[in-house]
């Protein structure tokens, strides 16, 4: 056991001496975390998107297109889209080179056509680069649209006068007649606005999750779920190229030479998954440690989380000592390890929400321990014991380490 | 020389998984994913929880009914909903009261958040188009309602279309992740296979017995950079074509958009070249490839369409040559645009390569 130990502090040593690959490997998912949750986190403005260009052509240049101009001018529309007021030609050159998310087209007599209660259409050209905002703007002019349609024909006598009054000369108008005609507009609008103010039918938004839990979400919450991901990828890609030793020292040479030693080939064995493990639960250390210090990532009752990151790492060490009993050679090694954490991980939902995922990725992605550890760090954070994960990963890393150790044992004997 | 490196990497078996068939893989998932995200799903549903004990409940859910929207009844909160909307047992009291009041419409926070702007958008309208109708109706007593009111009608109709001389048809999502991933993949495998088997060369000493025939060390720098710039735009192809077979991935114009490609290729090359002769140990090519290009990969909008994001990471994108192949791409995918479009990415990237190919070759080492 001594002996053991001595390799054990030996291999530590030597990978502290250049620990430049191992700290690379480290800074990747926390930069990715970085970015993804700087992207993606909630936004302080208020809106999870940002501010939409538009482009708004009017041909109409009337009394209802300035309504329209007018709702963009709203202070809650000024933070979701950035209006330029522009001409056709100019309109469509920027649409054609992509300098909007959409351009809304007023058409001419917009005004008129809608006094005289008459369809008309409102045109919305598409960025076809943009998949979400062009479709918001979209919506929005939809929205208009019904608003628009509803005032028109609610005041549609008053909207017939004033069709009226945009062709007729000034000293055509009787004004004697226009005083009745404003007494039953003011009638109506101290009736619509029983409705309007405040509006009669409101909706009370509120934002659920699955278990009905927590309806605020924060930046760090969105860093807590990505970094488990991300760590557990990058665990696997720590742990192979430390596990590698198991591999050169057989290549060079090295390994004959420690077996003239008193060691016995159980010992090298130990050492080597002993240290991958010890390693692995070192770098999730490190990156809890950095999670939490730059990110302010949650990650529930720390115990919890030490024993799933201790079993995570057990099942790493478990794994790369079969996997490096397997394969032949390093050129073998490189090649196969490598798709196999990144098939893992793109499974395993280290890449993408698991959510998202196909139904039938998401089913392949149970078969992967970054599956269960993202669900295990999913339950520590919200307090609970990851029983499911912690069974999952220390049992089917015993079956590997059973099967490890006496394929490691042959290799090492030869 | 360079041919010969080609066909040394073409012969290991390797190299077709990490250059075609895993990134097929990613071109699957995130083309899925871009369908089910970014366009929401055909119909957004929304469970409908109508308590009402009168008829102006029932009258409202029609109203929200349309071609986009598939409303569920519900009698109480199910347990597993996306979008859910709960009309108060006091709901029509309170309209022929005309007292305002508020509905609770929950959204799961996991649920697609297009599909939610959709249902949310439809609510608004269903309101509009009922207080309409109210207003229509006057001060009369509302509980007459139904024995005969004005109904609202459409007057201002939306048209959406797409500016002229682009694409005709909706992109798929496929339009968006194979560019996005042979970008990717072009970065990181030219990366990771160029810069390895250039320290290695070095390393085992055959760039140095290279030196043994007649090349000069210019050329033998020459080669090593025309080898894996041949070694990206392979990969490049490859994709392409299985874009094509399997995708019916449209580029807009072939041919450009294969110069875009093989201007970005030729400085990842150079790149690889530097990375190589700079680094000593395998896995340190490997960390550096794949932290760089993941980051100018994200950053460029090969992940994710970068309309999301803020226009502060906006800006910050351009430092990332992703970002600029991404941009040009896009340009001839949804806008079919031309040569004069894309020159100002060219010259961007042109000049990108030539720089990182002056500093690779001041830095190309023979021997360590």
Known sequence: MRRLFLILGNDVRRHLKAPLVVAIFIVIPLAMTGLIGVVFGPRTEGSQLPPIAVLLVDHDKNLVSKFLLGAFDVDQMKKMFQVTVTDEPEGRKRMEAGKASAMVVIPERFTLDLLEAKPTTLLVVKNPAEQFLPDVVEEFMNTLAVILSGAIQAFAEEARGIRAMIDSPLASISWEALGPELGKAQKKMTSAEKYLNPLLIRLREEETQAAGARTRFTQADLFSIILPGMAIMFLLFIVQTLMRDILSERDDGKLRRMLTTPLRPLELIGARLLGGWVMGVAVLLVMVGVGTLIFRVTWGPFGYFLILGGTASFWTAAFFALFYALVRNRNQAGALGAPIILAFSLFGGSMMNPEAMPKAFRAVGILTPNRWFIDGAAAVRDGRFPLASLVILAGTGLILLALAVPALGRRTSV | ?368
Request: charged share 20%; aromatic share 12%.
């Open chain 2, 1 to 368: 020389m360079a041919w010969n490196d080609l066909r040394i990497m073409v012969g290991d078996k390797v190299f077709f998984f990490w250059t075609l068939a895993f990134p097929i893989l990613f071109i699957v998932v995130f083309g899925l994913l871009y369908k089910a995200s970014g366009n929401a799903p055909a119909v957004a549903e929304l469970t409908v929880v109508n308590l009402d004990q009168g008829r102006w409940g029932a009258y409202f859910v029609d109203k929200i009914k349309s071609p986009g929207i598939d409303v569920v009844l519900a009698a109480s909160e199910p347990a597993g909903y996306n979008r859910l909307l709960v009309l108060p047992a006091d709901f029509s009291e309170k309209i022929e009261a005309r007292r305002d009041q508020a509905l609770a419409f929950k959204k799961r926070s996991d649920a697609s958040t297009k599909a939610a702007a959709r249902v949310e958008t439809r609510l608004y309208q269903a309101i509009a188009r009922v207080i309409s109708e109210l207003v229509l109706y006057g001060g009369a007593d509302l509980k007459q309602f139904w024995d005969g009111h004005p109904e609202f009608r459409d007057l201002v109709l939306v048209k959406s279309q797409f500016p002229e001389n682009t694409v005709t048809v909706v992109p798929s999502g496929f339009d968006h992740s194979v560019p996005g991933t042979t970008v990717q993949f072009i970065m990181m495998m030219v990366l990771i296979y160029g810069g390895i088997t250039v320290m290695e060369e070095r390393k085992k000493g055959i760039l140095g017995r290279m030196l043994f025939s007649p090349l000069s060390t210019g050329e033998l720098f020459q080669a090593k950079l025309l080898g894996r710039w041949l070694m990206g735009l392979l990969q490049a192809l490859m994709l392409i074509v299985v874009g094509k077979i399997f995708f019916r991935l449209n580029l807009g114009s072939f041919s450009l958009s294969f110069l875009v490609i093989a201007v970005f290729a030729l400085a990842m090359a150079a790149l690889s070249v530097f990375i190589g002769s700079l680094c000593t140990k395998e896995d340190m090519i490997i960390g550096l490839a794949v932290l760089g290009s993941n980051i100018f990969a994200a950053l460029g909008g090969c992940w994710w369409p970068n309309e999301i994001v803020s226009p502060a990471i906006r800006k910050a994108a351009m430092v990332s040559p992703a970002y600029w192949a991404m941009d040009a791409l896009h340009k001839l995918t949804f806008f079919r645009g031309g040569p004069a479009d894309i020159l100002p990415h060219l010259g961007i990237l042109l000049a990108l390569s030539i720089v990182l190919a002056v500093v690779a070759g001041r830095h190309f080492k023979i021997r360590d």
